[in-house]
């Protein structure tokens, strides 16, 4: 049977972190895809594998979680980078203007 995650856990993991969520203006139809696709790794492969017995618990292992996505899970789309070795190479290539 599978686990289901509560729906006030990733909000309030956001909220605890003081990220904002994007909820209108353009991209906002994209940015749901991308945080959909992203709520539906971190629950395969963290939070239906774990027994979070409360929000801290949670947000611990979550916190681990996240950053081993962004340092060390190569991803595909991204050419076998990271997230953190492909946005310090792409920004590294960006110009400063003058």
């Given at each position: 049977?599978?686990?289901?995650?509560?729906?006030?856990?990733?909000?309030?993991i956001?909220?605890?972190?003081?990220?904002?969520?994007?909820?209108?203006?353009?991209?906002?139809?994209?940015?749901?895809?991308?945080?959909?696709?992203?709520?539906?790794?971190?629950?395969?492969?963290?939070?239906?594998?774990?027994?979070?017995?409360?929000?801290?618990k949670?947000?611990?292992?979550?916190?681990?979680?996240?950053?081993?996505?962004?340092?060390?899970?190569?991803?595909?789309?991204?050419?076998?980078?990271?997230?953190?070795?492909?946005?310090?190479?792409?920004?590294?290539?960006?110009?400063?203007?003058?």
């Open positions: 049977m599978e686990k289901q995650i509560p729906e006030r856990i990733p909000r309030l956001l909220d605890a972190t003081f990220h904002k969520i994007s909820m209108d203006g353009k991209g906002r139809a994209f940015d749901n895809i991308m945080i959909e696709r992203l709520w539906r790794t971190v629950k395969y492969e963290d939070v239906y594998l774990n027994d979070y017995e409360d929000f801290y949670a947000y611990q292992y979550l916190e681990k979680y996240f950053d081993f996505y962004n340092n060390e899970r190569r991803h595909s789309s991204l050419g076998k980078k990271t997230p953190s070795e492909f946005y310090h190479r792409n920004r590294k290539d960006q110009k400063v203007p003058a």
